[in-house]
């Protein structure tokens, strides 16, 4: 089922610091094709605390100038710099908004195409270990988490301290000690944000591995629903899906508790610093006035000041924990993107590639020897030829080895040892898109992309023409079936092609292998029944198909066997028996028993 949350802790990862060098010089590159915009949000930036500063300024000198000496004249001005500035505010903040977003989502759309064309370049064995919810996760939500860094992040936090730092200046210009005053309860607010903080964090990691228990849950009973149903497993799933989806509701109800406990404190903390001023500097205020200012203490203006500037100071020191976190988040993100774009595991192609023009069609097995797990062997010391032209059957109980001798020939792996040759020439010398293109493949399990059927008969020759695709379907009486569908040869195919029938995916992908004609052709065929109208067809399109072709089938049907002018009999990763059916049938040997097990009945 689902795995942990991807932003949570991940086997493997370390505890994520707040700022890595290393790994920012890593995402430069990715922004740094978009760094004009970022220095303009800087710049916005920087104008913008500058406004935000300037306004608590503008109210103290109205006050204190004009406004208590009732000068209307003077005073009037000033209000319209006062709308100017905060109309400058707005601009400035949205600038800085946009410039900055649009900096961040282009380089992470860098990042995003970077991901999925080293995945693309990466060799089976990796997908083998991989799991495929991971692998999402970091072109996904890792992304995403970078994504955050930039719409609230990095940048902005130089613009926070810029701005606090400033505050301070400004405070302590205005009066010491009331400034020392003001700022009592900050340590507080710092231990005690951070506390929260760190509490909010492992809430919302929580959450998030609930969250995507649950996804991943939805996702395996949706597309397996017709077994829930057929094995009337409702309740029991109901039961389990009350257990997950109880589980998120109480761990966003903890984000929420510790949230608010937050905003909570942050806004008692910011209250009393309010009543504190209030308090000490009301007292000088009303000895500026009872002295007429002669013994010092502080004008009304001043006061005012004091308390927008602290209501301002505390919301950006506030928000310093919650960027450090989205730092964190994001720290982790990238060392999981970074780790997955240093893995090198891809096939060794070689730089000067012989050319294989038009092959002939021979190929050899010398001594190949190969293991998915290097301690397991799978297929040992394999040594066959196949003629140009020469139709060969694998046959052999089921985990044999066949599939993966398919497997190597198309270069999804290379052999541990040994070397096959095409035309003579190791495989390994081609380059692996002119051996692919070469070869014909009908896989065991068909395969079908979103698309149409058309689209999907081309797939990987999109040179082949419509008519040649609708052709070679029909030699398969394809299109008797696709005269049913309302869209035709356009109708949509869906996700891996549910919306048609097993007999149809297997035809399909037999038409493709027909429309590429290739000279070589590889040809798992399917262990799952169809109905006996299909597998006739399917019979005759394999005899069709093999026909004048090097060809290697791995059969499970008699009447495919008997069409080959070669058996290979497979047992435990060796070739044990060859011969022509009627030879190995009258052998008697492995073959024979086979046989017998298999097809008693016929
Ligand atoms: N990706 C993989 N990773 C690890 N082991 C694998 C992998 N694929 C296959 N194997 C193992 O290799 C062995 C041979 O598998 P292979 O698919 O070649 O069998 P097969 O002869 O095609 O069987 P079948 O007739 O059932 O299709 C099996 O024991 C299988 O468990
Ligand atoms: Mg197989």
Redesign the pocket.
């Known amino acids: 089922m689902a795995g942990p949350s991807h932003h949570g802790l991940e086997p493997g990862d370390r505890p994520g610091t707040a700022l890595d060098g290393r790994l920012l010089a890593r995402l430069w590159p990715f922004v740094r094709p978009h760094a004009h915009l970022l220095w303009l949000g800087l710049l916005c930036l920087l104008l913008l605390s500058a406004c935000r500063l300037a306004m608590p300024w503008l109210v103290k000198v109205a006050i204190d100038d004009y406004l208590s000496v009732g000068d209307l004249d003077g005073y009037y001005p000033l209000l319209v710099a006062f709308l100017l500035v905060g109309i400058l505010n707005g601009v400035l903040r949205r600038t800085q908004h946009i410039a900055m977003e649009t900096a961040g989502q282009n380089a992470l759309l860098d990042l995003r195409l970077a991901i999925f064309r080293h995945l693309q370049q990466l060799q089976a064995s990796f997908f ?1 270990r991989t799991s495929t919810g991971r692998l999402v996760g970091r072109v996904t939500t890792d992304v995403e988490a970078l994504q955050e860094m930039f719409a609230s992040g990095v940048v902005t936090i130089i613009g926070d301290l810029i701005f606090l730092f400033a505050t301070l200046a400004i405070l302590f210009a205005l009066h010491v000690k009331l400034a020392l005053i003001s700022l009592l309860v900050v340590p507080f607010l710092l231990i005690v944000t951070l506390i929260i903080r760190i509490k909010v964090r492992s809430a919302y990691v929580s959450m998030r591995a609930k969250l995507s228990e649950m996804n991943g849950f939805l996702h395996e009973c949706i597309s397996g629903m017709g077994v829930v149903q057929m094995f009337n497993r409702e309740a029991a799933t109901q039961k389990e899906y009350v257990a997950i989806a109880s589980g998120v509701r109480d761990s966003q109800l903890k984000t929420v508790w510790w949230e608010t406990s937050l905003s909570t404190s942050v806004e008692l903390l910011s209250s009393l610093t309010g009543a504190l001023i209030l308090w000490y500097g009301g007292g000088l205020v009303a000895e500026n006035w009872r002295t007429d200012g002669i013994q010092g203490g502080l004008t009304l203006g001043v006061l005012f000041a004091f308390i927008d500037y602290m209501q301002k100071f505390f919301h950006p020191l506030n928000e310093l924990s919650l960027k450090y976190t989205v730092m964190q988040n994001a720290m982790t993100a990238s060392r999981r993107i970074f780790d997955l774009l240093d893995v090198e595991e891809r096939l060794p192609e070689q730089t000067n590639t012989v050319d294989p023009g038009e092959v002939v069609g021979e190929l050899r097995f010398e001594n190949v020897s190969f293991g ?2 290097p301690e397991v062997p ?1 297929l040992k010391n394999l040594s066959f030829s196949v003629a140009p032209g020469e139709k060969v059957a694998l046959v ?1 109980a ?7 001798v398919l497997k190597l020939l198309t270069r999804l792996y290379d052999p541990t040892d040994g070397r096959i040759l095409l035309d003579g020439v190791d495989i390994r010398e081609y380059a692996l898109r002119d051996l692919r293109k070469r070869i014909g493949l009908v896989p ?1 399990d068909v395969f079908l992309f979103e698309g149409d059927i058309l689209e999907n008969i081309r797939l990987g020759h999109p040179e082949v023409s419509d008519e040649r695709a609708i052709a070679a379907a029909s030699r398969l009486h394809l299109d008797e079936i696709v005269a049913r569908f309302p869209g035709g040869w356009h109708e949509p195919v869906r996700e891996r092609g549910r919306n048609l029938s097993a007999g149809e995916k297997q035809l399909l992908s037999f038409a493709r292998v027909f429309a590429a004609s290739p000279r070589v052709l590889v040809l798992d065929e399917a262990t799952s029944n169809v109905d006996s109208h299909t597998e006739h067809l399917l019979q005759e399109a394999v005899h069709d198909i093999m026909e004048g072709r090097t060809s290697i089938a ?1 059969a499970h049907r008699l009447s495919t066997v008997r069409d080959v002018d070669r058996i290979l009999l497979f047992h435990k990763g060796e070739l044990v028996e060859q011969g022509s059916h009627a030879d190995l049938l009258a052998a008697g040997g492995k073959y024979a028993a086979l046989v017998a097990l298999q097809y008693g009945d016929e």
Do not use: F, S
């Open positions: 083998d998915y797990n799978v052999g089921t985990g044999a080895g066949k599939t993966t065991q791995i």
